[in-house]
Nanobody, 121 residues
Framework: QVQLVESGGGLVQPGGSLRLSCAASGTIFSINDMAWYRQAAGKERELVGIISNGGKTTYADSVKGRFTISRDNAKNTAYLQINNPKPEDTAVYFC???????????????WGQGTQVTVTS
């Protein structure tokens, strides 16, 4: 069993900053990609960005230059730094982690419960 706990959401003003965290725990042998998604009210869930095990990052065009994904492999934790947010960034943010469990080496893909980010002045 692998559990993800997200934190750090809340209200933020346009031009401000916020950092989200996603901590994975449980019977983890290894973690590959750690990704952030978001879902605005009435819209489909969309990919925000991904960070590989080696630290390579990929971002959606809408957040490039404003959002930064990082990870601490020792803590099995991913971060999403949100800078200069815009009202259209308002959404529930989810993390998704994939890897292998121990001792069976089964592949897993787990989702966090989501954390609300509201950008408002």
């Amino acid at each position: 069993q692998v559990q993800l706990v997200e934190s750090g959401g809340g209200l933020v003003q346009p031009g401000g900053s916020l950092r989200l965290s996603c901590a994975a725990s449980g019977t983890i042998f290894s973690i590959n990609d750690m990704a952030w998604y978001r879902q605005a009210a009435g819209k489909e869930r969309e990919l925000v960005g991904i960070i590989s095990n080696g630290g390579k990052t990929t971002y959606a065009d809408s957040v490039k230059g404003r959002f930064t994904i990082s990870r601490d492999n020792a803590k099995n934790t991913a971060y999403l730094q949100i800078n200069n947010p815009k009202p259209e960034d308002t959404a529930v943010y989810f993390c998704n982690v994939d890897g292998r469990t121990r001792p069976t080496m089964e592949v897993f893909s787990s989702w966090g419960q989501g954390t609300q980010v509201t950008v408002t002045s």
